[in-house]
Nanobody
């Protein structure tokens, strides 16, 4: 599976962005998908994950209530809607695929996409 992330940019604090990650293979619907981020000087961290059916979602505590992950299997695309953005959300965001959402949450990722930069100004 090849993953292509997009949608990053510069936004003011309190604003919103929607990230997208398109996959290349027809077996997209067999994979759980998720997002990670890495801020300058910090380790990569889990952000959100969604099961292959979309029925189960998981979030890092730092983004709960502000971010929402969703997927459209017909379009081979996973989304991350980010609302009420804060300067501390500034990072490179990466999409990822694995056999289950729990695996993604545990950083047991099978496929990584390239990153997209999100910058939140104060």
């Amino acid at each position: 599976v090849q993953l292509q992330a997009s949608g990053g940019g510069l936004v003011q604090a309190g604003g919103s962005l929607r990230l997208s990650c398109a996959a290349s293979r027809r077996t997209f619907s067999n994979y759980a998908l998720g997002w990670f981020r890495q801020a300058p000087g910090k380790e990569r961290e889990f952000v959100a994950a969604i099961s292959w059916s979309g029925a189960s979602t998981y979030y890092a505590d730092s983004v709960k209530g502000r971010f929402a992950i969703s997927r459209d299997n017909a379009k081979n695309t996973v989304y991350l809607q980010m609302n009420s953005l804060k300067p501390e959300d500034t990072a490179i965001y990466y999409c990822a695929a694995a056999d289950s959402a729990i695996s993604i949450k545990s950083e047991k990722v099978d496929h990584w996409g390239q990153g997209t930069q999100v910058t939140v100004s104060s």
